[in-house]
């Protein structure tokens, strides 16, 4: 629309043009006609002008009749050089025989008395009849005229001769040629004072056009700034006004859909859902931030590309299938969703992992008829309850797993029992010894799950008390010492010594006392479950920025680097059958971990394996100034 028009193809021009053609035809028409009239009435007065008075006429007639030659002659002379007429340029009289009698011609008068040559003459004189001729010859134009003269006293029919008039006709062409040029120059300067009008006029009509055209492509490019100027109240005028509304209409429709996207944006931008929209061919046109966070890409990448590559399903799902039956689905983007790094991300990945995991619901744009022009497809990120998800179900499965074990062994014990081995003496006790020892490690295991499952529910109560730490911690390894002393020496017990490098300062905390000790207990069993006979647990408690440092170190086994993560989950132990064989559970350390979260502390690991490996334990701790003492 915004095509240049080409001079002659525009209404300005073929306004112009008619306008001239129709003034130049309209001059012409009356022109011709004019000086065609003009013609003959110039030419009517001329033959008026050269007619030969009457009373000439009836003087020759006269001396034509008259029988003396000679003075007739004589007269004749006389009355034809009297003609005074400028016009005239010869006279001829000739008598009915044919006699040349009297000439104008000075240099023909030897002809006087002669018979003329000339046929025409006396055909008139025969017939009667007055003959006028205009012959045009390269001299110029001339009129001439014949006319028979009749002798009126006698017999007003007698022919006595005629004469011939040739007159000049130069001066009539003359006068209407110069009337022709001056009509032409008048046609001439009326056809381009017309054009120049012509031009006016057009301009006057099409620059209203033209401006509301240009305004019109304004509005188009979406400049509403403009108003076309209104010439007058005319069908033009109320097109510009009509065009001007239109501006204003159009602006508030764009202010309103702005305004309305505007809106739209900030929703979709501040969404915590991404949201994808497609064109109907499934290409992507919008993608919010959240959709570019979770699929780790930007706008640029992904802007027309198809959405089954930005969601990296390509090779799972067509676009059919979105567009007929897939209504919701379960993804989880890879870094980059792109080629064959999106096949992997439908396979399930360990736990632990912070990988994302999509839930994706899918629904069609449709118009009334049913037309799809779209899709859209939002995006929400289900990890943390998928997560959950899969750890209930592998903790179920784990539950059983460790129940099923003791309980198939004592199962086997008793069996063997009932199957007569109770009889055995020396059998009997041994087997009785192991189920009780499953038995309470079932127990042991049960009681351990029913405190985690208190802490998960919030319901374990915590009975919190100001302890001093220090001494709280001493009087832990005290009796793991005393444990040492007392034990049998030809039981089990291991042989380890404990070094103490604990602060001399008082550092009183909030704790559950109950609760600590078992984390405590549990790590100190772990450093003396997992170490060699003989080995040294080195204890330590100090005290750091806000807080205190409690970590236990020893010189077994350690952990594998892989396995170091995943020690505090729950029934984790890195070689399960020696846990198992020295009693463990897989759940100390989880408790441990719940514990001390419960207290807004910290544990964790530091470990190398066949070195060793040091706990450590942090609890929040507000140093009291002097000022705090209490009173009392
Ligand atoms: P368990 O009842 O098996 O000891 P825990 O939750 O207490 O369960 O410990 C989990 C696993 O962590 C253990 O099975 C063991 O493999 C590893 N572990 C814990 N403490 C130590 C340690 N001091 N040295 C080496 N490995 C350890």
């Not at 029992?417 to 309470?440: H, I, M, N, Y």
Request: proline share 2%; hydrophobic share 40%; with cysteine.
């Amino acid at each position: 629309m915004n095509g240049k028009i080409k001079p002659f193809q525009s209404i300005h021009f073929k306004i112009a043009i008619v306008f001239v053609l129709l003034l130049l035809v309209t001059i012409e028409i009356i022109g011709a006609y004019f000086v065609k009239q003009l013609e003959q009435q110039n030419i009517t007065n001329f033959e008026n002008l050269v007619t030969i008075q009457p009373y000439i006429t009836t003087q020759l007639s006269t001396e034509l009749a008259d029988e003396d030659t000679e003075t007739a002659n004589r007269n004749i002379k006389n009355i034809v050089a009297d003609v005074d007429n400028s016009s005239i340029s010869e006279v001829l009289v000739v008598d009915n025989k044919g006699i040349v009698r009297g000439t104008s011609n000075a240099n023909d008068q030897a002809s006087i008395g002669l018979r003329t040559p000339r046929s025409d003459i006396k055909s008139v004189i025969y017939s009667n009849h007055k003959k006028t001729e205009i012959t045009s010859t390269s001299d110029g134009s001339f009129y001439t005229s014949i006319a028979p003269l009749t002798n009126q006293s006698t017999d007003a029919n007698q022919v006595v001769g005629a004469i011939y008039v040739r007159a000049s006709m130069d001066t009539v062409y003359r006068n209407i040629n110069q009337v022709t040029v001056i009509f032409l120059t008048a046609s001439l300067v009326a056809g381009l004072l017309g054009m120049v009008i012509a031009i006016f006029i057009a301009r006057a009509i099409t620059q209203p056009i033209d401006e509301m055209k240009k305004q019109a492509i304004r509005i188009a490019d979406g400049d509403y700034s403009g108003q076309v100027r209104v010439y007058g109240h005319d069908e033009l005028g109320q097109l510009a006004l009509a065009v001007n509304n239109l501006s204003i209409r159009v602006e508030e429709a764009q202010e309103v859909s702005d305004a309305e996207r505007r809106r739209l944006d900030s929703v979709l931008s501040h969404m915590t859902d991404g949201v994808i929209a497609t064109d109907r061919r499934g290409n992507v046109t919008i993608i919010n931030e959240a959709a570019q966070t979770f699929l780790s890409t930007n706008v640029d990448e992904t802007i027309g590309e198809s959405i089954l590559n930005v969601l990296g399903i390509e090779n799972e799902y067509s676009l059919r299938d979105l567009l007929e039956n897939k209504r919701d689905m379960v993804i989880e983007p890879s870094k980059k969703a792109t080629g064959d790094a999106a096949n992997k991300t439908i396979q399930p990945l360990p736990l632990n992992e912070r990988k994302l995991i999509l839930k994706v619901d899918f629904s069609l744009i449709q118009r009334e008829t049913g037309f799809i022009s779209g899709i859209v497809c939002v995006l929400h990120d289900v990890t943390e309850q998928e997560k959950n998800e899969r750890e209930r179900r592998e903790f179920v499965s784990n539950v059983s797993h460790e129940l099923r074990t003791p309980l198939t062994s004592v199962r086997s014990y008793i069996e063997a029992l009932t199957d007569g081995a109770w009889k055995d003496e020396k059998l009997a006790p041994q087997f009785l010894t192991v189920t009780q020892e499953e038995t309470d490690r079932m127990i042991r295991m049960i009681n351990e799950l029913l405190a985690l499952s208190r802490m998960d529910q919030g319901t374990a109560k915590m009975d919190l008390e100001y302890v001093n730490l220090n001494e709280f911690f001493g009087y832990i390894l005290d009796r793991f010492d005393m444990m040492l002393k007392t034990g049998k020496p030809d039981s089990k017990q291991k042989h380890y010594s404990i070094k103490r490098e604990l602060t001399q300062k008082d550092l009183w905390v909030e704790i559950d006392t109950d609760k600590m000790m078992q984390v405590i207990d549990n790590i100190m069993n772990n450093a003396i479950k997992y170490s060699p006979d003989g080995g040294v647990i080195t204890a330590r408690l100090i005290e750091a920025h806000d807080n205190v440092v409690v970590s236990i170190s020893d010189q077994g086994l350690g952990i594998p680097r892989k396995d170091i993560s995943k020690v505090f989950d729950r029934f984790y132990r890195v070689d399960k059958a020696r846990s198992r064989k020295q009693g463990g559970t897989g759940l100390g350390l989880a408790i441990s971990k719940e514990v001390v979260e419960a207290h807004h502390g910290r544990i964790w690991v530091d470990s190398a394996e066949g070195r060793g490996s040091t706990f450590y334990i942090s609890l929040p701790y507000q140093p009291y100034e002097d000022g705090d003492e209490w009173d009392a």
